[in-house]
């Protein structure tokens, strides 16, 4: 954040009764009110500015389902592609760069909506 509007944050947070409200005591010429929500949610997720540069250069695909003509043509590509292919997201690779965002992400949506998310789910496979 830059320009004081973590002050402005700080101080307003305590006047709004939710966060519509909030949004309106912050919002400026300066900021829309997609950036001002985006900017709360980096917040809330403890997201730095390094690991937002570092997200546009780690780059990976998350597997989430296949057929049988899928699977085969995954065991054909594997070792080919460039990205790696993540069939399920588990421990060692749930700290790892975007994938920890992610993971971060998912956390908040199963505390908020109750749901159950990524983390420890295998793709589905269609037979």
Request: net charge positive; glycine share 6%; with cysteine.
């Amino acid at each position: 954040m830059s320009e004081g509007l973590e002050y402005k944050m700080k101080e307003e947070i305590h006047n709004a009764e939710d966060f519509t409200s909030f949004l309106r005591q912050i919002k400026s010429k300066r900021y829309t009110y997609a950036r001002l929500r985006r900017l709360c949610l980096y917040t809330l997720l403890n997201v730095t500015e390094k690991e937002m540069q570092a997200s546009y250069q780690d780059v990976s695909t998350l597997l989430l389902g296949y057929n049988s003509r899928g699977r085969n043509y995954l065991k054909k590509i594997r070792k080919d592609v460039e990205l790696p292919i993540i069939s399920k997201v588990d421990k060692k690779n749930a700290a790892s760069g975007t994938l920890g965002l992610q993971v971060r992400v998912d956390r908040l949506f199963e505390q908020i909506m109750g749901e159950d998310q990524n983390f420890g789910r295998r793709p589905i496979e269609v037979k």
